[in-house]
């Protein structure tokens, strides 16, 4: 199958699943039900949970094992987004192609919709509404692996490093820090999921190294993404050491993130073609 | 020991725990960690980690293992008021007589330490920093109970009826949900995150109906709560059924609540005086 159609199929189930897994906008408080709905639903690459059932996949894990987790971690980004968009962040109008929440639904809504991702995700994470099976001390992991790299030394750290502190011009390496936290670490934190939860629901072991391997795969696809990003934006590490230097950094680190999945065989290939894809891809 | 002392030792354990699981304000970015202790410490009741504290007693739990539990209940509370003091949600400047997080940090920060609260609280319950040992599964359930009483089939769906949803005056069905939900959810599961981390942690089983008894007290003590919000508020109940039927309703569910200890003896003594202290708390 080619990565296209990989990438397809993909995200129609996880769409499907979020859908599911949603409250109804018919279920009382409806306003924010339907809010949640809006600014999950519809556009979205699906970038983290594919990379969350990829990494399952590649250690041979249950999908009805991984694929909650895995919505969690796109509820967790579309939280991030609702609360960028405000107006006392970054006030942006519009998100992918449509109004933001707030805009849609008044900024109280857009406080609230964010702050109802962020608390539904956690409680997918902890199994809410499927049955939770004999993988608890693995779920408890994923659980603190998430809220590591969504917190203030994770995603929310980035925020603020952009935002306030990020004002004086940070050293390569402050800004390496800053930009591993805003985005790279929930991405390396998706895979890391997966490989947890996988090999927790595999019927044999993972090959010696594939979950250390996949771990630092997660790593380094997660600079990749924030490059790519600072790449388009002409910010970031762009500033710092100019778009060539950025280019290549992120080539050099897509072969050495897709080197590190030599232990999964070709249990690993669509990894490798996620990688190649985020490198590649067009925000 | 009367209960004044009982809370101020509370109080001082609960303080000393919450100063030592947050950040340091030296910590990168500092500004953010200095916003969540600035949030955090300080004045305070500090009531649902006390109620989960006791919970845990009264089945004789070991404290260690319920403390850093408690601790997150305090700052998921301390998290829903600073995004409720925000200038789209209540737009309050002062909180517990000093500025409140958003008028000291700004508005980004006000949005971002709530965040960083939240997500904070389930790392917390989940163990991170804490070492986890064979009550995983006992965990997991506390982060479910407590996903699901603060999310919008709770604390948040409350507020979404207040700021929202409430404008159409409401049945006196709809506003107990709406009250329950409010602060009542978050009150009734710090008593169960008590009960079970402390029951898993217990050397011997507690008594029969022991924890479906604390379960219903918490519930009970929930709703007193908020009835003795709404009548130092003249608001919500109040509006629908008067003072005098509300201030009487509430003694009714206290005595119910403290019947409800019954399967503990003696120890649940502190219980009975913690519902007594929240029918005649000052807010």
């Known amino acids: ?126 199994g809410v509404g499927s049955r939770v099976n004999g993988d608890a001390g693995v779920r408890l992991e994923a659980i603190r692996e998430v809220a590591e790299a969504i917190g203030t030394f994770g995603m929310i750290g980035g925020q603020v490093a952009d935002v306030g502190e990020g004002r004086r011009r940070p050293t390569r390496k402050q800004m390496e820090r800053i930009n591993n936290w805003k985005t790279g670490a929930l991405i390396a934190a998706s895979v890391r999921v997966g490989a947890l939860l996988g090999s927790a629901s595999a019927s044999r072991k993972p090959a010696p190294g594939a979950l250390r391997g996949l771990a630092r795969y997660g790593e380094k696809v997660g600079l990749v993404f924030q490059l790519v990003d600072d790449l388009q934006d002409g910010d970031g590490a762009v500033r710092l050491e100019g778009a060539q230097a950025v280019r290549r950094r992120a080539q050099q680190l897509t072969r050495s993130a897709i080197r590190e999945l030599a232990p999964l065989g070709k249990a690993g290939e669509p990894l490798a073609g996620l990688a190649e894809f985020i490198l590649n891809r067009k925000v």
């Open 1 to 126: 199958m080619n990565l296209k159609t990989y990438l397809k199929q993909r995200q129609a189930l996880v769409n499907g699943t979020l859908g599911k897994l949603l409250p109804s906008r018919r279920d009382f408080p409806a306003s924010i039900h339907d809010a949640m709905r809006y600014s999950v639903l519809g556009e979205g690459k699906r970038i983290r949970p594919i990379l969350a059932l990829a990494a399952s996949d590649a250690v041979r894990g249950k999908r009805a094992r991984v694929l909650p987790a895995a919505c969690a971690l796109e509820l967790i980004h579309a939280y991030s987004l609702v609360h960028d968009d405000l107006p006392a962040m970054d006030d942006d109008d519009f998100r992918r192609g449509k109004p933001s929440c707030h805009k849609k639904f008044g900024e109280a809504l857009g406080v609230l919709t964010g702050d109802a991702l962020l608390t539904f995700s956690f409680g997918l994470l902890a």
